[in-house]
């Protein structure tokens, strides 16, 4: 499910995406460009420029130019099942980096064969053997644990010195093939394990943020339980009780229980404001709790955040629907922007008082539209305001709500 949430997101526009989606995108093309960078400038360019004008090594280097290639094109299109399989996402194909594996060992063998015919300069030949290494290596530096990885490079250090000590038995070119080997494998093992690890430390932290958002709004609905409990549940008990006694005393044909009925009667009623007032205080946000509640929140979030204007005066309708509105901008901010700045500011004239609530991030569907907002008209419009929201500029979403001051004078 998560693989297929992440192939999704890979078809939405830049802006659209939040900071950890952004990151892997520009993870993911630069180990693209890597791959064919190194392979460029370290078997291309030197391959071209002294690769000997005969046909064994004409052809030789031609095979070893193709095969090049096939190792980038076969590295970019295994980096995401990679990935996915390093985050956890997917699991990867037990064959998945076979041919990969069969292309690295085609290459060595060519540039081996190229190095005894004499094809080249030994130094392209060096350095063809690590621009054959680095793009598996970025595969199975994060398939394998670091210490398999370092070891099997290390092997594969000792195998291939002793292999072109063959064509070019002198210490230095030995020592250089072992050591452009070693380089290779630990630049492969660092440009991946940085950049995966920096990706699953981000995709961690919003995680952690969207379960925040759900144990919070399961905390809200626990206490609503809990206050709902305590009004009925002790009620109910009297009633019943209550209840119970009239249909005893009427059996016996005794007046008092009329009496105990029209304390039953009471109770309900009593009952029935009680729930109204714990319906009341969940549904009613403080507008002044709101503001400054979106400041603390938005800034431990990393968010600057500018809060101007003061909520005194108001009607506490319309101090509740504005603080609906600021509650749910902060949340659509926080888990569906990718916002640096934020700004609330609430003005007052003659006639109306206006709330604005704009931010700097990406606009999502989910804060230009959604049942977050339409539940939020549905409040404004219960005290006659009403609530527009959308793109202001290139990079910035805008919430307004306006209400018009003459509930302050329906409601006084």
């Not at 005290?383 to 018009?404: C, N, Q």
């Amino acid at each position: 499910m998560v693989g297929g949430r992440v192939r999704g997101w890979q078809r939405r526009h830049w802006r659209e995406r939040s900071k950890a989606e952004r990151v892997e995108l520009q993870t993911v093309l630069t180990w693209y460009v890597t791959t064919w960078f190194f392979s460029l400038c370290w078997l291309a360019l030197p391959l071209v420029g002294g690769l000997a004008h005969r046909p064994g090594p004409m052809a030789v280097g031609g095979l070893l130019l193709l095969l090049g290639a096939l190792q980038c094109a076969e590295a970019n299109r295994l980096t995401r099942a990679v990935l996915d399989h390093y985050l956890d996402r997917a699991p990867l194909p037990p064959r998945a980096l076979r041919p990969m594996a069969t292309l690295l060992a085609l290459a060595l063998a060519l540039t081996l064969a190229l190095a005894a015919l004499g094809g080249t300069e030994p130094a392209a030949v060096r350095l063809a053997v690590g621009a054959t290494l680095l793009p598996a290596g970025l595969l199975y530096g994060l398939v394998w644990p670091v210490r398999v990885f370092l070891r099997r490079s290390a092997v594969l250090a000792v195998v291939l010195m002793a292999a072109f000590a063959w064509s070019d038995p002198e210490l230095p070119s030995i020592v250089m093939v072992g050591a452009l080997t070693v380089f290779g494998a630990l630049f492969s093992l660092l440009a991946c394990r940085c950049g995966a690890w920096t990706l699953s430390v981000l995709w961690e932290a919003e995680r952690r943020r969207e379960v925040e958002a759900r144990l919070a709004v399961a905390e809200e609905r626990l206490r609503f339980g809990r206050d709902l409990h305590d009004v009925m549940g002790r009620n109910l008990a009297v009633i019943a009780l209550k209840s119970e006694l009239a249909v005893q005393l009427a059996r016996r044909g005794r007046p008092e229980a009329v009496e105990q009925m029209i304390e039953v009667q009471r109770i309900a009623r009593e009952t029935q404001r009680e729930v109204r007032d714990v319906v009341r205080g969940y549904r009613e946000a403080d507008l002044g709790a709101e503001l400054a509640g979106a400041r603390g929140v938005l800034t431990a979030a990393g968010i600057e955040c500018e809060v101007r204007g003061e909520a005194g005066g108001l009607a506490p309708e319309v101090q509740s629907a504005l603080g609906w509105v600021v509650r749910e901008a902060t949340t659509n901010v926080l888990r569906h922007g990718d916002a640096a700045r934020c700004e609330v500011v609430l003005e007052e004239d003659e006639e109306r008082v206006v709330l604005t609530v704009q931010n700097d991030g990406a606009r999502t569907p989910a804060a230009s539209g959604g049942s977050g907002l339409a539940g939020l008209r549905e409040r404004l419009s219960a005290v006659g305001g009403t609530l527009e929201a959308g793109s202001a500029d290139k990079d910035v979403f805008r919430l307004v709500a306006e209400v018009p001051l003459g509930v302050r004078e329906i409601t006084a």
